[in-house]
């Protein structure tokens, strides 16, 4: 939610009264090469020593660090007295500058995505982001808006930056908002118009094509922000690590078990993830918000992940999975999540209270998996499913049976029902526009 930009805590380092400014730029630079490397060890975000531009020692600027700008008149610890014990690092890419290495930074994008969104801003000047809810797109809609206006030496504001929320907006109201929009533009100064608009949660209009055909006359470029692709596919790890490194940072410790807790949360969500694809679909899956949260102590996260299983997670699943069921049918053996994360879970060496409230499992006959049912008061539950019920030929031909012989109430929708339905699934995927 943090659309601002904020300073980060990469690191500590010893100044000595001795040491050089040349030392420090090498220092300085290596801090950063070690930071982006714990953050994302699997290519640093794209970014090098060469994305720092220079640091800030109280009212000194260092703007290269490279070593080839002139040293000022004290060594670095004599500006580092009293509260001054800081060392702002600056990136390339802040004002005037082709780079997005501070971007970058700031999203935990890695660069060559990052570098191909602005890119289609700068050639097409809008583009659609589409995926499904909690990937971040609102936050990447406007960061990508902050990071073209200071390029252009404008400062990010309400009257520069605008946007429109979509919900509960009806798509007469939008689209007089866009005429109104367009009218603005070519009839007021350039200074008195928004530079930047956004349009969030577009998925509430029903039809996009006829809001706005005629308005405008550049075609769309289409953004895909899925989870199983980057930069949300690693993005909650990156986020997590950061966290992590400065809660690190602040208590001068390393705690292993938190390591190993801010190590599994990917894990959880990735496996998530996998079973709603298996038997729903990808439209349906979890971004990484709902994960941002995790508290960086041991006790903390573990209660705020048993809340967040049993309160968010495991409710979720149940209608997501109910009606992936109803579209699709089965087409994959049934595997309860929680056992998984049973399995793996990371506090097993903590000892569990008395009265800790057990992790809540997804049985199928809580979604009606093809032939469980939940079982009536009094009533035995149905024999579990062989083995030759994987068949998924043989699953149709049965289902097929089922709805000719059946008059039940509980059988699957109709077509249409079934189609409008997809239909509905497929508009959710739309958030956000820039």
């Known amino acids: 939610q943090e659309i601002r930009p904020r300073d980060f805590l990469i690191g500590c380092i010893g100044v000595s009264g001795k040491t050089k400014w040349d030392v420090l730029d090498g220092v300085v630079r290596r801090l950063f090469k070690e930071y982006v490397t714990h953050v994302d060890p699997s290519s640093q975000l794209g970014l090098s020593t060469d994305s720092v531009e220079g640091y800030r020692i109280g009212d000194i600027q260092r703007l290269s660090a490279h070593g080839s700008a002139q040293a000022p008149e004290l060594l670095p610890c004599g500006y580092l007295v009293g509260d001054s014990n800081t060392i702002n690092i600056r990136l390339k890419g802040n004002v005037n500058c082709d780079s997005v290495d501070s971007l970058v930074f700031d999203t935990l994008i890695p660069r060559p995505v990052l570098q191909r969104y602005v890119s289609l801003l700068r050639d097409h000047r809008r583009i659609i982001l589409s995926g499904p809810s909690g990937t971040g797109k609102t936050f990447l809609a406007h960061q990508l808006s902050r990071h073209l206006l200071r390029q252009e030496g404008r400062t990010p504001s309400p009257r520069t930056v605008h946007t429109f929320n979509v919900d509960h907006k009806s798509s007469k109201e939008l689209r007089q908002y866009l005429s109104s929009l367009a009218d603005q533009c070519s009839g007021e100064p350039a200074s008195e118009s928004p530079l930047v608009v956004i349009l969030d949660n577009l998925h509430h209009v029903s039809s996009l094509g006829e809001i706005f055909n005629g308005l405008f006359s550049s075609k769309y470029q289409w953004v895909l922000c899925a989870n199983h692709l980057e930069p949300v596919k690693g993005f909650l790890g990156r986020f997590l690590r950061r966290k992590l490194i400065e809660t690190e940072i602040g208590s001068r410790s390393r705690n292993l078990e938190l390591v190993k807790v801010i190590d599994w949360m990917p894990r959880v969500w990735h496996h998530l993830n996998r079973f709603l694809e298996a038997h729903s679909s990808s439209d349906v899956t979890i971004g990484p918000r709902l994960f941002l949260s995790c508290p960086m102590d041991v006790e903390g996260s573990r209660v705020w992940f048993t809340d967040l299983w049993n309160y968010s997670i495991i409710p979720y699943m149940l209608e997501a999975i109910r009606e992936g069921l109803q579209l699709y049918g089965r087409r994959a053996a049934w595997e309860d999540p929680a056992h998984w994360v049973i399995d793996t879970y990371p506090w097993s060496a903590t000892p569990t209270p008395?009265?800790?409230?057990?992790?809540?499992?997804l049985r199928p006959e809580?979604?009606?998996?093809?032939?469980y049912s939940a079982p009536r008061e009094g009533a035995r539950k149905d024999p579990p499913q062989s083995d030759s019920d994987a068949d998924p030929l043989m699953n149709m031909l049965m289902r097929l049976k089922e709805a000719a012989t059946s008059?039940?109430?509980?059988?699957?929708?109709?077509?249409?029902?079934?189609?409008s339905h997809q239909d509905d699934l497929l508009d959710s995927s739309l958030e956000s526009t820039l």
């Not at 039940?408 to 189609?419: R, T």
Request: proline residues 11%; without cysteine; aromatic residues 12%.
């Open 407 to 419: 008059s039940s109430p509980h059988s699957y929708d109709s077509d249409s029902n079934s189609n």
């Open 366 to 371: 809580d979604v009606g998996f093809d032939g």
């Open 354 to 361: 008395a009265d800790w409230p057990p992790l809540l499992q």
